[in-house]
């Protein structure tokens, strides 16, 4: 029995997802046919590639060994096939993503439309998902990440950054008050983040000389996964929360909320495309992540409703100084 390409492909992506499973969802083809082309593949090479246990597969030292050496090989044949394809027909095939699903809604869905018209015959499934996912093990070509990149295996390019604002309605700060300093902030009750702890979600720029951020372990009254959610309910006056700017910009514009720490700097995120860290990306990854990069240039989305008077690449809250420690 010989090996055949497709059993290759599908043994790559069983170890890059991880399981059966996500490979499945990632080819868009059965649990079954999977299993199949991987034992088909054992049987051609004499070898046991993955260990088997319930609802895993764990890659043996022969299955890494294999892996490293035919992942440059076949990535090298998509590129050329595909650089062939793209001259006559353009992106062609199917392609996955995951995004946080506020910053999705709000600013990816026209993003994805011009892309899609440009190429017609390239299929795209976007998941909306505030829960932290790897892409690689949700069978994904790439995601959209806020934050600082932790995981290993991806790579990471940078779209633009993201100010965050602590706010309250003016109700709250009528019947509470506001906060005159960070240390005041933990007696205030707040609306937090339940996917980042409160001491790291609740983090501010410091002048003092280890540059290290300072962290704020606030009281949250209500949890939520969901900024809009968060911010909703700041707004209905039920106390502080650290909104990214790109959801805070039009309440702070509006009255519905105010700035509740006007002269600190909360810790910026990095909004980023991520990616598997690969040696070659294919054609329809990295041309969407380009058409990503140009449309988050300066100025940003939510910034281009700021007074025409402000320099509108400028971000309000970038202007403030940050506090001493």
């Known amino acids: ?22 490979a499945a969802t990632r ?36 299955a890494w060994s294999l892996y490293e050496r035919v992942v440059p090989l076949v990535q090298g044949i998509t590129e050329a096939t595909q650089g062939v394809s793209e001259r006559t027909e353009g992106l062609s095939g199917r392609l996955r993503m995951v ?18 018209r440009c190429h017609p015959e390239l299929e795209i499934a976007v998941d909306f998902e505030d829960r932290l996912v790897n892409p690689t093990q949700g069978g994904y070509d790439l995601g959209i990440h806020i934050g600082d990149l932790k995981e290993s295996s991806l790579k990471a390019r940078k779209l633009c950054d993201c100010s965050r604002i ?26 937090g983040y339940a ?32 900024f809009e959610a968060m911010r909703d309910m700041a707004i209905a006056g039920l106390g502080l929360v650290l909104l990214p700017e790109f959801l805070a910009a039009g309440p702070l514009r509006e009255g519905s909320l105010i700035s509740a720490l006007p002269h600190v700097t909360p810790r910026a995120y990095t909004i980023s495309a991520v990616y ?38 400028i971000s309000r809250t970038a202007e403030r ?5």
């Open 27 to 62: 080819l868009n083809i059965s649990k079954s046919v999977i299993s199949k082309r991987i034992s088909d593949l054992e049987t051609a090479l004499r070898v046991e590639l993955f260990r088997r246990s319930t609802g895993r597969l764990t890659p043996t030292e022969l």
């Open 99 to 116: 995004a946080p699903v506020s910053f999705g809604t709000n600013f990816l869905g026209q993003v994805i439309a011009d892309f899609a």
């Open 195 to 226: 996917h980042v702890r409160s001491s790291d979600f609740w983090q501010f720029e410091s002048e003092g000389v280890s540059g290290r951020p300072i962290s704020v372990l606030m009281r949250s009254r209500i949890v939520a996964n969901n």
């Open 166 to 191: 602590v706010c309250c309605s003016p109700e709250y700060a009528t019947n509470c008050g506001l906060p005159k300093s960070v240390a005041e902030l933990a007696q205030h009750t707040c609306i």
């Open 1 to 22: 029995m010989k090996w055949r390409f497709e059993d290759i492909l599908t043994f790559i992506n069983v170890v890059e997802a991880g399981s059966v499973t996500s």
């Open 276 to 313: 598997p860290y690969t040696r070659q990306v294919s054609s329809k990854v990295r041309k969407f992540i380009d058409h990503l990069v140009a449309a988050f240039v300066p100025p940003l989305p939510w910034h281009r409703h700021m007074d025409e008077t402000a320099d509108p690449r």
């Open 321 to 325: 100084t940050p506090f001493a420690a």
